[in-house]
């Protein structure tokens, strides 16, 4: 069964370092869409992608924050300057056109020290 | 606020019992999807129901949709202990992001 795939599984970096997440998601799906899950707390919506361009964003995702579709297979979510609270589990997501099903990833686990 | 709740917050049953938790929100449900979460890991899709919908089945899972009432089921049957996990009910509500709500944790005990 097709699957989507999210590297690295875990990431550790310094305050203030950029960090790249990638994705790779189903073939075939559109949508893409990034969300986080700070430890014990509700899974958080960030940001959604179709035909090249973000389509919604919350408030979360701010200038700190870009998505790109670099290469038409991988999906990216790029932190510039982490912070102590992006702290947290990226999950990327993604759906066919025809279904309202999202599919995620196992996420990537976003230590900021 | 469109944020869902889930009810109980956890849930402990014995191996073998049936365990049945809710989630509600506070405006119309449009395509509301069960999510598995095993312990930190990835959230796992067991099914969605239309707002048209009012009962689902896959496997040992049955969810129920009440429009009336803004809520729903899910009901897992002859539970076992890889059942164990968080369980998140989400919604679109017509936009492009899911809304989770606040998860149940599922405590299988063999």
């Known amino acids: 069964e097709p699957e989507v795939t999210q590297t690295p599984s875990h990431q550790v970096t310094q305050m203030g370092q950029e960090v790249i997440l990638r994705c790779v998601p189903i073939s075939n799906h559109l949508y893409f869409y990034w969300y986080r899950q700070i430890l014990g707390q509700k899974v958080e919506f960030l940001v959604s992608?179709?035909?090249?361009?973000?389509?919604?964003k919350s408030e979360i995702f701010d200038d700190q924050f870009s998505v790109e579709r670099p290469d038409g297979s991988n999906f990216t979510l790029k932190i510039r300057s982490t912070k102590l609270e992006d702290s947290a589990m990226y999950f990327c997501?993604?759906?066919?056109?025809?279904?309202?099903?999202?599919?995620f990833g196992p996420g990537t686990r976003l230590t900021v020290l | 606020s469109q944020q869902g709740e889930e009810d109980p917050q956890a849930l402990s049953i014995q191996e073998g019992e049936n365990a049945t938790m809710n989630c509600s929100y506070k405006t119309s449900i449009n395509n509301l999807q069960w999510y598995r979460q095993n312990s930190g890991r990835g959230l796992v899709h067991l099914i969605l129901?239309?707002?048209?919908?009012r009962e689902k089945h896959s496997g040992r899972l049955r969810v129920t949709l009440d429009t009336s009432k803004k809520s729903s089921s899910l009901l897992i049957t002859a539970s076992r202990a890889a059942d164990t996990a968080s369980y998140f009910c989400a919604d679109n509500f017509g936009n492009e992001k899911l809304t989770f709500g606040t998860g149940t944790r599922l405590t299988i005990i063999p």
């Open positions: 129901i239309r707002s048209n919908e």
């Open positions: 992608f179709y035909n090249n361009e973000i389509s919604e």
């Open positions: 997501a993604t759906r066919d056109r025809n279904y309202n099903e999202q599919f």
